[in-house]
């Protein structure tokens, strides 16, 4: 079982950038596939970015490409989201997943085995 936990969320202005960290134990990383999802006050959880194993395949929301870059550092036991040209729909909390079984969705919550407890995001003016 991996725990997970996230950093290097806060307060931006519109136009500024984050980098989000989230750092996994307790577990392999390197065998799991790790996603970052959002989540706005009363709006559903939603996904923003995967990474395969080994760093390949990443995968973005598509209203998000081009602003956000996920990456890993297997070493670490670290997955990043490096998030640019923040706007204020950006504000949400943002938790990284990991993703054990071949099988599911990739930017399904539901496909994702484990959560980190989530770091606020609020970008303002």
């Known amino acids: 079982q991996v725990q997970l936990r996230e950093s290097g969320g806060g307060l931006v202005q519109i136009g500024g950038s984050l980098r989000l960290v989230c750092t996994a134990s307790g577990g392999y990383f390197w065998t799991y596939k790790m996603g970052w999802f959002r989540q706005a006050p009363g709006k559903e959880r939603e996904f923003v970015a995967s990474i395969g194993q080994s760093g390949g395949t990443p995968t973005y929301a598509d209203s998000l490409k081009g602003r956000f870059t996920i990456s890993r550092d297997n070493a670490k036991n670290t997955v990043y989201l490096q998030m640019n040209s923040l706007k204020s729909e950006d504000t949400a909390v943002y938790y990284c997943?990991?993703?054990?079984?071949?099988?599911?969705?990739?930017?399904?919550?539901?496909?994702?085995?484990?959560w980190g407890q989530g770091t606020q995001v609020t970008v303002s003016s």
């Open positions: 997943a990991a993703k054990s079984a071949c099988l599911g969705y990739i930017d399904s919550p539901w496909s994702y085995d484990y």
